[in-house]
């Protein structure tokens, strides 16, 4: 089955400043990629996804990009605010099957 | 518009004991999924529901766990003789389109 790694496991930044996370997977037959943001006591939010005909995704200040070959997808975040302090979470689906694997999540902090 | 709800948000069993978590998925969503997240980690896929067909459950963990949504709407989650290890977060999704799916806002379990 798919297996997603994520990294890192924690992330402090400055006001300001940009965050990346990475995510990779397994199984190549995986086609969606989304990004969910979790704040404490709430469930996952989607925040911005990617599906496999695209190599980058941009919304504002977030932005996602993925590389089949190496298996791999981050997310980027510029102009970080302390609101954006969550622990985010990526995921995949395979083709024509839309159940999700997460990775272990990334807490972001964000400093004022 | 409404998102997807879940009842109730917090549940304390005594080891042993039965429990029903509710869900009610966005209107007119056909997809509907249910998810396991324990502290500190990503959500772990438990079944699928596509209208009132469970087309996947090999995520449950046991026999006791059980999962219906006879009217292909609400659909309820059951787990039978609970135990300390079924303590966690349980997580409602539902899908109108192949990929994208909103959750809810989870009920958390404890099992003392």
């Known amino acids: 089955g798919e297996n997603v790694e994520q990294h890192p496991s924690t992330l402090s930044v400055q006001e300001g400043d940009s965050a990346v996370i990475k995510c990779t997977y397994s199984?190549?037959?995986?086609?969606?990629f989304p990004w969910y943001k979790q704040e404490l006591g709430k469930g996952p939010q989607l925040i911005i996804d990617i599906r496999s005909n695209v190599g980058e995704k941009k919304d504002q200040r977030i932005a996602v990009t993925l590389n089949k070959t190496a298996k791999h997808f981050s997310l980027h975040i510029t102009e970080t605010q302390p609101e954006d302090s969550a622990v985010y979470f990526c995921?995949?689906?395979?083709?024509?099957?839309?159940?999700?694997?997460f990775g272990k999540g990334t807490m972001l902090l964000v400093s004022p | 518009g409404a998102g997807v709800s879940q009842s109730p948000r917090y549940k304390v069993a005594k080891r042993g004991q039965d429990v029903a978590l509710r869900c009610d998925p966005i209107?007119?969503?056909?997809?509907l999924f249910w998810y396991q997240q324990a502290l500190g980690q990503g959500p772990e896929f438990l079944t699928y529901f596509q209208n009132e067909a469970q087309l996947d459950k090999s995520g449950l963990p046991s026999d006791r766990f059980f999962a219906e949504r006879p009217e292909g709407s609400v659909s309820t989650l059951k787990i039978q003789r609970t135990q300390q290890e079924d303590s966690a977060v349980y997580l409602c999704a539902s899908s109108g389109r192949m990929y994208e799916q909103y959750f809810g806002p989870g009920t958390r379990l404890t099992v003392t």
């Open positions: 209107s007119g969503h056909v997809s």
């Open positions: 199984d190549s037959a995986s086609n969606y």
């Open positions: 995921a995949a689906s395979p083709s024509g099957y839309s159940t999700l694997t």
